[in-house]
């Protein structure tokens, strides 16, 4: 089976422009989940999908968003760039791990986005 | 509010070193306890779920355990492609993952 794939793998954006990022989930995930990753936080949510609806949020601004379409494929937009938006962006597909109630989720490469 | 631990944030370790990576948590409900394997500039590469306190899981060099506080991630005569970053996360309820801030794994030959 195919990986989750994210496109593009690298952006350069200056602030205050805006930018989106795609992901394609593993073939029969349902759910889709975008991570922000810095050296200072860690792995940070910012949200999740599921057959089109949005699950879960993180305590991100607004300027932050995201959809999934009817394919399960999602895409998260930032408007309004600033310079500490400058992270790896990732995606995760999940799945109900065999014989319990827990979400496994699969990365993909993630987007590496870098505000000028 | 759901927190995760990881300890030491950074080990190195000689190439044979056998040694065990720490990660304590405090949920409510705990529905899975997941390890992944980071490289650096790629995304987090699965390894492990645990659901239940006692349980245990292995693969190759490395051998994940759960109590109910804590979960250990040993890893047995260590090789260099080892190196990398590991990080804990755990599910409770209908929340999302929260994310240890990793440990840095570097195995020197």
């Known amino acids: 089976k195919a990986g989750v794939t994210q496109t593009p793998r690298y952006l350069i954006k200056t602030r205050g422009q805006q930018v989106t990022l795609s992901c394609s989930p593993i073939?029969?995930?349902?759910?889709v989940s975008w991570y922000q990753q810095t050296p200072g936080q860690g792995l940070q949510f910012l949200f999740e999908y599921f057959s089109e609806t949005q699950r879960n949020k993180g305590n991100f601004p607004g300027r932050f968003s995201g959809r999934q379409f009817s394919n399960s494929r999602s895409e998260m937009n930032v408007s309004t760039l600033e310079l500490g938006d400058s992270a790896l962006y990732l995606c995760?597909?999940?799945?109900?791990?065999?014989?319990?109630?827990?979400?496994?989720?699969?990365f993909g490469p993630g987007t590496r986005l870098t505000v000028t | 509010e759901d927190q995760v631990t990881q300890s030491p944030e950074a080990l190195r370790l000689q190439e044979g070193e056998s040694s065990s990576l720490n990660c304590s948590y405090t949920v409510s409900g705990l529905r899975g306890l997941f390890w992944y394997r980071q490289d650096p500039g790629k995304g987090p590469e699965f390894l492990f779920t645990?659901?239940?306190a006692g349980e245990e899981k292995e693969k190759e060099r490395l051998k994940a355990t759960l109590t109910k506080k804590e979960s250990f991630l040993h890893i047995t005569a260590p090789k260099p492609e080892d190196s990398a970053t590991y990080l804990c996360?755990?599910?409770?309820?209908?929340?999302?993952?929260?994310f240890g801030k990793g440990t840095r794994l570097s195995v020197i030959a």
């Open positions: 996360a755990v599910q409770a309820g209908n929340t999302p993952l929260v």
């Open positions: 645990l659901y239940s």
């Open positions: 073939s029969g995930h349902r759910s």
């Open positions: 995760a597909s999940s799945i109900l791990g065999s014989g319990s109630n827990a979400y496994e989720q699969y």
